[in-house]
């Protein structure tokens, strides 16, 4: 299994990013896929979720009406499309699903 992220970098406030995870070694359109973050000093947490068809999301409340979470089966690839970005949002971004973690990437919001 492999969870490969891209996409992170440094971006201004206000600005937005458009992360992807692309998996393999399993069958990608039977599971959910998760994007979490991490803070430098924090907990790991979860950011946004996907079902398997891609017709429910959930988010947490942080990121509610500025990231968006989604995903091309044929593809094997999630997406989270991150718009409006604060300085809090500044992490490494993580792919979960099938009990394997990506190896994640680094999203910086800095003037």
């Known amino acids: 299994v492999q969870l490969v992220e891209s996409g992170g970098g440094l971006v201004q406030p206000g600005g937005s990013l458009r992360l992807s995870c692309a998996a393999s070694?399993?069958?990608?359109?039977?599971?959910?896929m998760n994007w979490y973050r991490q803070a430098p000093g924090k907990e790991r947490e979860l950011v946004a979720v996907?079902?398997?068809?891609?017709?429910?999301?959930n988010y947490a409340d942080s990121v509610k009406g500025r990231f968006t979470i989604s995903r091309d089966n044929a593809k094997n690839t999630v997406y989270l499309q991150m718009n409006s970005l604060k300085p809090e949002d500044t992490a490494v971004y993580f792919c979960?699903?099938?009990?394997?973690w990506g190896q994640g990437t680094q999203v910086t919001v800095s003037s």
């Open positions: 979960y699903a099938y009990a394997h």
């Open positions: 996907i079902t398997s068809g891609g017709r429910s999301t």
């Open positions: 070694g399993f069958t990608f359109s039977r599971y959910a």
